[in-house]
């Protein structure tokens, strides 16, 4: 097989300066595990706003479609705020995961056992958390037309359409499914079907799709009741799938459980391509933080374990991948901590470079 390719687009605030330390991880798979990648680096967001006047050029959209993965490092930041919405820097990660059609996004939330007093959340709620949130990505609210604001008689209306077809809901549950399948085959399906009809539907659909998986357990949840769930008692659930807005806010809740957001990943898969990989984009779930950015205080991992998650499902190396998931979880046991897993003692946090030291001094003990 020729060399797997790699889009790398840090993005904004903290983004570049965590993309740095994944180089150097995915540096050391090519030097120490014979594993290359040919790499490119372009722009997005603000980043691509400043150099051409547009969150994402025509020509970085063309390169994404091509190439194995997307590394994305993360978008926004204050200066963009009063830019005119459809060039703000979010416009190119949503392109991207729209043109990609990138429609199931996997928001694992792990609980480091080294973490789990970091948790808002009492120890034992959370200790050994392993769930697995299946957002649908590219449909809902956040594309569905009509949308705008207009002038109606003496006053603006702002509108946004939640919107849902069948075989969008259908694809998004069998991936979930799917998931579960490999985990602990459970699913709950998360929707507001006691107001939306595209709850309805989208209840209807997942109890379709969950006929072709007889021995994955399904249930069903409002939306509501599934925040507080996740507050409550966040080990009863296994695959949760839901969709794009509920998945974007629950995903976000389901990431604090584990004490920060500076810690989980994100993939998000599309349909295979012609070589068999699922067009693929992966990501940190925490955005660019633009009161820390440029002073080298940021957590990296979520950014390598994106890359993590990279090696199990873009390039069928779940061996690997779970060997830099062990790198860090030994790194974070020996006390390393970047300065949002700061405990109340205190003591002197890593810089963001000091940590990716560690992960490599761990990768190259793993040997
Ligand atoms: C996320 C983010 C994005 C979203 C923003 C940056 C557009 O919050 O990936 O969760 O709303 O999807
Ligand atoms: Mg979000």
């Excluded at 507001?192 to 007889?214: C, F, H, Q």
Aim: charged share 25%.
């Amino acid at each position: 097989m020729s060399t797997p390719t790699l889009l790398i687009l840090p993005g904004d605030g903290i983004g570049p300066e965590v993309m740095d330390q994944v180089t150097r991880v995915i540096d050391w798979f090519g030097d120490k595990r014979d594993m290359p990648f040919d790499v490119s680096t372009d722009l997005v967001g603000g980043a691509a706003y400043d150099a051409h006047g547009v969150p994402l050029h025509d020509d970085t959209m063309a390169k994404a479609q091509e190439v194995d993965a997307v590394l994305l490092g993360a978008v926004g930041g204050p200066q963009y705020d009063d830019l005119d919405f459809r060039v703000k820097p979010e416009r190119g990660l949503l392109r991207l995961r729209k043109e990609m059609d990138l429609f199931a996004n996997l928001r694992p939330a792990q609980c480091f056992d080294a973490l789990a007093d970091f948790s808002s959340l009492k120890k034992d709620i959370v200790a050994g958390l392993d769930i697995m949130i299946v957002r649908e990505l590219t449909s809902g609210v956040y594309f569905g037309e009509p949308r705008g604001i207009i002038e109606e008689g003496n006053e603006r209306v702002g509108i946004n359409t939640q919107r849902y077809t069948e075989s969008e809901i259908e694809r998004a549950a069998r991936a979930a499914f799917e998931l579960a399948m490999r985990r602990n085959k459970k699913v709950c399906s998360m929707e507001k079907a006691n107001v939306m009809e595209s709850g309805i539907l989208w209840r209807e659909v997942v109890t379709d799709v969950a006929k072709d998986y007889p021995e994955v357990e399904l249930s069903h949840m409002y939306a509501d009741n599934g925040a507080m769930q996740l507050v409550r008692a966040p080990k009863q659930f296994d695959v949760i799938v839901t969709d794009n807005l509920f998945g974007d806010i629950l995903s976000d809740c389901a990431a604090m459980l584990t004490g920060s957001l500076g810690m989980l990943p994100s993939a998000s898969l599309g349909a295979p391509m012609a070589n068999g990989r699922p067009k693929a984009m992966y990501e940190p779930v925490h955005g660019s933080a633009p009161d820390i950015a440029g002073q080298g205080k940021a957590n990296p991992i979520a950014c390598i374990l994106s890359f993590a998650m990279a090696l199990r499902y873009s390039f069928d190396q779940g061996d690997e991948a779970t060997r830099l998931e062990q790198a860090i979880e030994a790194v974070l046991a020996s006390g390393a901590r970047t300065g949002d897993l700061m405990g109340p003692e205190g003591g002197t946090p890593l810089s963001t470079a000091e940590m990716g030291d560690a992960i490599i001094a761990a990768l190259d003990a793993s040997l």
